[in-house]
Structure formats: C-alpha cells, structure tokens
C-alpha cells in the first residue's frame, strides 16, 4: 500500500494548536498515517507503516526528539 497509497479521500486533522499553523495528520487504511505541511499541504506528504508510526511516537513521548536546554 505504501508506494501507492490514495489520499483523495483522507481526513486531514490539524495538531497546531488553535492556530492551526502546523502538522496535519490523516489516518488511513490498514493502520497507515499520512502527515503533512499544514503550512503548505501540496508540499508533499510522508506516509508512515504501523510499525514506523509505532516507533515515532514512542520516541516522542520518550523525549527521544526533544532539543537539548
């Protein structure tokens, strides 16, 4: 599914915040996530894999991504 996935169909939702200034993401079939550029949505999207998407968000509630203070 990942090389040919369709997103006519997706429901966008924006995680910006109230200013909807940010990542949208779209869930998709078969456990498949789809982000995007809310700032720019024709930018290209980057599709993730269950696994993939079970990963990135463990590392982030681990911190894995946070920037150094």
Same mark, same amino acid.
């Given at each position: 599914?990942?090389?040919? $996935?369709? %997103?006519? =169909? ?5 995680? #910006? #915040?109230? /200013?909807?200034?940010g990542v949208e993401v779209? %869930?998709?079939?078969? #456990?498949? $996530?789809?982000?995007?550029? #809310? ?5 290209? $999207? %980057?599709?993730? /894999?269950p696994a993939e998407w079970?990963?990135?968000?463990? =590392? ?10």
């Open positions: 599914m990942k090389g040919n $996935v369709d %997103l006519a =169909g997706a429901n966008w939702r924006a995680t #910006g #915040g109230p /200013t909807g200034n779209a %869930l998709l079939a078969d #456990g498949y $996530v789809a982000l995007r550029n #809310g700032n720019d949505p024709d930018s290209g $999207v %980057l599709i993730f /894999t079970t990963a990135f968000t463990a =590392g982030v509630q681990d911190g894995e991504f946070d920037r150094p203070q």
